[in-house]
């Protein structure tokens, strides 16, 4: 069965330092979009992209994160300063166009020191 | 915008009995309802999922059921098994773009 791949599965970075995570979608998926999960809380939304842009973002996705499908088969979220409280799993999922439902993939779990 | 409410947040059955997971939703534009299953280590993958245009859908021994009146749905798992324990999480989307989720419901399979 066709997977979304992510990578590293854990990242442990520096306060103040720039990470990427890195997200390979389902080939002809064509909607792609980037969640994450604060420990003990719900899943959020970040950003939506379709058609080589953002097609919505939330409130958190402020301008610390962009998102990138650099290559046409890579899709990667940078967070250019991170901070403390970015720390949280970060999910990449895609989605065809006949479809609502999303594949998820594994999960980044990202720590900030 | 919308907000999804999931009860319980964790749920003990004996193998072989029935489970149900009940989510409210608010924004009445809302017309998607997927349930997703996460194992340890995992993403969440999706089980089952429904249409504002339909009540009930079933698959196998998962049915989800949805009151568009009183904005909330359910899923319903029959005959559980031990495989079946995982955190589940229920979501709701209007556009089929930006999904809105649930807090999990943590579900343990006693054998």
């Known amino acids: 069965e066709p997977e979304v791949t992510q990578t590293p599965s854990h990242q442990v970075t520096q306060m103040g330092q720039e990470v990427i995570l890195r997200c390979v979608p389902i080939?002809?998926?064509?909607?792609f979009y980037w969640y994450r999960q604060i420990l003990g809380q719900k899943v959020e939304f970040l950003v939506s992209?379709?058609?080589?842009?953002?097609?919505?973002k939330s409130e958190i996705f402020d301008d610390q994160f962009s998102v990138e499908r650099p290559d046409g088969s890579n899709f990667t979220l940078k967070i250019r300063s991170t901070k403390l409280e970015d720390s949280a799993m970060y999910f990449c999922?895609?989605?065809?166009?006949?479809?609502?439902?999303?594949?998820f993939g594994s999960g980044t779990r990202l720590t900030v020191v | 915008g919308e907000n999804v409410e999931q009860h319980p947040s964790t749920l003990s059955v004996q193998e072989g009995d029935s489970a149900v997971i009940k989510c409210t939703y608010s924004?009445?534009?809302?017309?998607?309802f997927p349930w997703y299953k996460q194992e340890l280590g995992k993403g969440p993958q999706l089980i089952i999922d429904?249409?504002?245009?339909?009540g009930e859908k079933k698959d196998q021994r998962i049915a989800v059921t949805l009151n568009k009146t009183a904005k909330h749905f359910s899923l319903h798992i029959t005959e559980t098994q031990p495989e079946d324990s995982a955190v589940y999480f229920c979501?709701?989307?209007?556009?089929?773009?930006?999904?809105?989720f649930g807090t999990g419901t943590s579900l343990t399979v006693i054998p």
């Open positions: 999922a895609s989605r065809d166009p006949a479809n609502y439902g999303y594949t």
């Open positions: 080939s002809n998926h064509l909607y």
């Open positions: 992209f379709y058609n080589n842009e953002i097609s919505e």
């Open positions: 924004d009445s534009a809302s017309n998607y």
């Open positions: 429904i249409r504002s245009n339909v």
């Open positions: 979501a709701a989307s209007n556009t089929g773009n930006q999904f809105y």
